[in-house]
């Protein structure tokens, strides 16, 4: 591990950073060596980090206990990574460990306002499904437009959905698809599957049929149910030229 042995000699070096260098690497060991006196020290940082490893798997056996245990840490400390982590674990349960939605939309919410974006698209989800309190559409669309201000594709494709479906605001097909056109160059696959069906049907868009089945196409390969029911009219749109086309432009990677 040169890179290790690097980073070691800086004069420098800090022991969060050769962590997460390791980490990057695909080091697991390293890094949770490094993050666990860090976090038995109080670093809610390290303790998300070890807590996320339990989680996934990750140098580790998956053990949602440890996991809960780290986390609630981290949470408690007030680290909105962390927060947002447990929060996920509570969303969808693990051995020992209770899915607990009403606890997660609580963790989800205190990480938003925080700033956290991917907890800010979470929330926005929560919030229209609807499960632990009413829907609320307009609430949503606004932490949605958060997360989509930071980068983060989903809650782009979520607001396309808002602006289709005229949740919480008025129906504009045209915003939809442009919504739907940033997260799906961003590779949400769901974005990516409506942007193909507005560019088929023409809605909101100029209809364009190569295109169409070539975003149709990337949404399937990315695992959207939602591009299933347009494939087949997207297909019967064009000729062996246009399908030879979209296939090619499909395989393509996004510029």
Not at 43 to 67: H, K, M, T, W, Y
Not at 102 to 128: C, I, N, P, T, V
Not at 189 to 201: F, P, V, W
Request: with cysteine.
């Amino acid at each position: 591990m040169a890179w290790l042995d690097r980073l070691r000699r800086a004069p420098t070096a800090d022991p969060m950073e050769e962590a997460m260098a390791a980490f990057r690497a695909g080091d697991y060991a390293t890094a949770l060596a490094l993050w666990e006196p860090l976090a038995r020290a109080g670093n809610a940082r390290a303790q998300s980090n070890i807590g996320g490893c339990f989680v996934e798997g990750l140098g580790v056996p998956v053990d949602a206990l440890l996991a809960l245990k780290w986390l609630t840490l981290s949470a408690e400390a007030g680290y909105a990574p962390g927060q947002r982590n447990l929060a996920t674990l509570y969303l969808r349960g693990g051995e020992g460990v209770e899915p607990d939605p009403a606890r997660a939309e609580k963790l989800y919410r205190a990480a938003a306002e925080q700033g956290d974006a991917l907890a800010q698209d979470m929330f926005s989800w929560m919030l229209l499904e609807g499960e632990v309190m009413p829907a609320d559409p307009e609430e949503a669309r606004r932490w949605a437009l958060l997360a989509a201000e930071a980068g983060i594709a989903s809650s782009m494709t979520r607001l396309g959905m808002l602006y289709h479906h005229a949740m919480g605001v008025e129906r504009d097909p045209t915003k939809a698809a442009a919504w739907w056109r940033r997260g799906a160059e961003l590779g949400d696959a769901d974005g990516q599957a409506m942007l193909g069906a507005a560019l088929h049907m023409g809605t909101g868009v100029e209809p364009d049929a190569v295109e169409a089945l070539a975003w149709l196409l990337r949404a399937q390969s990315g695992g959207s149910r939602l591009a299933r029911p347009f494939l087949g009219a997207a297909r019967a749109a064009l000729d062996d030229a246009g399908l030879e086309e979209a296939e090619r432009r499909a395989g393509m990677p996004l510029r």
